[in-house]
């Protein structure tokens, strides 16, 4: 498997995080694809598949870190990506919420 786990949505509370710029002030590191779970159960594919994905937006994927587990939030098309290269890894920033 390569995701912990595959969800519809996401379960934590609104955190106000919507632009780019906002994102752009949570730092990128590494995380494991199978400690993520994902909020979205489709994939674009013209998303998976085109050479300029990142062109319009953020080079890293974007994981909120909520009651001991990791949820993508956006970039399922990089992890899934990522997977089909045999990377375990993704550079995503990591947003943590606390309760």
Not at 9 to 14: I, L, S
Not at 32 to 42: A, F, G, P
Not at 56 to 71: E, K, P, T
Request: hydrophobic content about 40%; cysteine-free.
């Amino acid at each position: 498997m390569i995701f912990q786990a595959v969800g519809e949505e996401r379960p934590y509370p609104v955190h106000g995080y919507e632009t780019t710029s906002q994102w752009s002030t949570v730092p990128p590191r590494q995380v494991r694809l199978d400690e993520l779970t994902t909020t979205r159960r489709t994939l674009d594919l013209d998303a998976l598949l085109a050479e300029d994905s990142t062109f319009y937006g953020d080079l890293f994927a974007h994981v909120v870190a909520w009651r001991g587990r990791l949820y993508l939030e956006d970039g399922l098309h990089r992890a899934v990506r990522a997977a089909l290269h045999q990377r375990q890894v993704l550079h995503a920033r990591v947003l943590t919420l606390s309760e």
